[in-house]
Nanobody
Framework: QVQLAESGGGLVHPGGSLRLSCVAS????????MGWYRQAPGKQRELVAR???????NYIESVKGRFTISRDNAKKMVYLEMNSLKPEDTAVYYC????????WGQGTQVTVSS
């Protein structure tokens, strides 16, 4: 059974930074693309950043230049470095496999507020 566990969220001021981490168990991690998603209150969950098993990355327009996704296949972990955070980045952040999604983890809350 594949399990996902996210961590690293918190409360930051606008312009601040956070680094999110996700560990995946129960799957041959290196074979799969990984993604970071977020869900803001009253909104649908959206895919924010994606990293292929090749290492290629993609981002939604609103986070380009501010967020960086990376992965460590040996540790079965994926990271999201978030800089220049804005209030509109406030959401619960989740990781999952975009092509072969599994049950969602508990997510990690990111709140950007002055």
């Amino acid at each position: 059974q594949v399990q996902l566990a996210e961590s690293g969220g918190g409360l930051v001021h606008p312009g601040g930074s956070l680094r999110l981490s996700c560990v995946a168990s129960g799957r041959t991690f290196s074979l799969y693309d990984m993604g970071w998603y977020r869900q803001a209150p009253g909104k649908q969950r959206e895919l924010v950043a994606r990293i292929a098993n090749s290492g290629n990355t993609n981002y939604i327009e609103s986070v380009k230049g501010r967020f960086t996704i990376s992965r460590d296949n040996a540790k079965k972990m994926v990271y999201l470095e978030m800089n220049s955070l804005k209030p509109e980045d406030t959401a619960v952040y989740y990781c999952n496999f975009p092509n072969y999604p599994v049950s969602w983890g508990q997510g990690t809350q990111v709140t950007v507020s002055s």
